[in-house]
T-cell receptor, first 109, second 113 residues
C-alpha cells in the first residue's frame, strides 16, 4: 500500500535548527515534495527532490534517499514565522500526490 | 493578481442539500484538483482534471462531482450533502499533472448539519 509517515508535532527554539523526517512507501516514485501550511491558510510549495541528495534553498534544505524511502526537511535559524505545519508528499506512478498528515512545528522564543 | 480563488470561504448547510464550491484560476494551468483536509489526516484527493474537458476520480470521489468546461473553472458539487462531508476543501492547480508544484486556493470550510 501507499503510506507517508511523519511526526505529528515538534517543538524547537527560535534561532535553532530543526529536522523534520518523512518516510514513505508508494507505488512508483516521481518525486518528494514539502509544503508549508500556516494555521487556517492554504499549503504553499517549499521544495522538490527527485534524485538522492540535498537541495538547499535559503534557510530551508530538503534531503532524499530513495533506497531508504526517506526524506527530511531542515530548517535553520528558526524564526517565529516558521511556526506552521509541514506536509510531506510523494508523487506516485500515476502522477498523483500522496500526502502525509503533516508535522506541526511549534517555535518557542 | 494571478492566482486561484475559491468561493464561498465558509458555508453551513443542512444535510440533503445540494452545494457547489467554485474554483477559478487565471494562471492558464492545465491541471486542477479538489482536496479535502480533515484533522489528523493528510490531504485527500477528491477529483482532478488533467486538461479542459477531462476529469478523473481521486482517492475519495463518492458523493462529489466535478466538471471542467474550460481551462479556468473547476467547480465541485455535493449532490446531497451528508455530515461526513464536513471538512475544509482546497482547490489547487498545477501547470501539468506531472508537475508536483501545486498552487492552492484559500480553502472553503464546509459544515453539514
Amino acid at each position: 500500500g501507499q503510506n507517508i509517515d511523519q511526526p505529528t508535532e515538534m517543538t524547537a527554539t527560535e534561532g535553532a535548527i530543526v529536522q523534520i523526517n518523512c518516510t514513505y512507501q508508494t507505488s512508483g516514485f516521481n518525486g518528494l515534495f514539502w509544503y508549508q501550511q500556516h494555521a487556517g491558510e492554504a499549503p504553499t510549495f517549499l521544495s522538490y527532490n527527485v534524485l538522492d541528495g540535498l537541495e538547499e534553498k535559503g534557510r530551508f534544505s530538503s534531503f532524499l534517499s530513495r533506497s531508504k524511502g526517506y526524506s527530511y526537511l531542515l530548517l535553520k535559524e528558526l524564526q517565529m514565522k516558521d511556526s506552521a505545519s509541514y506536509l510531506c508528499a510523494t508523487m506516485d506512478s500515476n502522477y498523483q500526490l500522496i500526502w502525509g498528515a503533516g508535522t506541526k512545528l511549534i517555535i518557542k522564543p | 493578481i494571478a492566482g486561484i480563488t475559491q468561493a464561498p470561504t465558509s458555508q453551513i448547510l443542512a444535510a440533503g442539500r445540494r452545494m457547489t464550491l467554485r474554483c477559478t484560476q487565471d494562471m492558464r494551468h492545465n491541471a486542477m484538483y479538489w482536496y479535502r483536509q480533515d484533522l489528523g489526516l493528510g490531504l485527500r484527493l477528491i477529483h482532478y482534471s488533467n486538461t479542459a474537458g477531462t476529469t478523473g476520480k481521486g482517492e475519495v470521489p463518492d458523493g462529489y462531482s466535478v466538471s471542467r468546461a474550460n481551462t479556468d473553472d473547476f467547480p465541485l458539487t455535493l449532490a446531497s450533502a451528508v455530515p461526513s462531508q464536513t471538512s475544509v476543501y482546497f482547490c489547487a492547480s498545477s501547470l501539468h499533472l506531472e508537475t508536483g508544484e501545486l498552487f492552492f486556493g484559500e480553502g472553503s470550510r464546509l459544515t453539514v448539519l
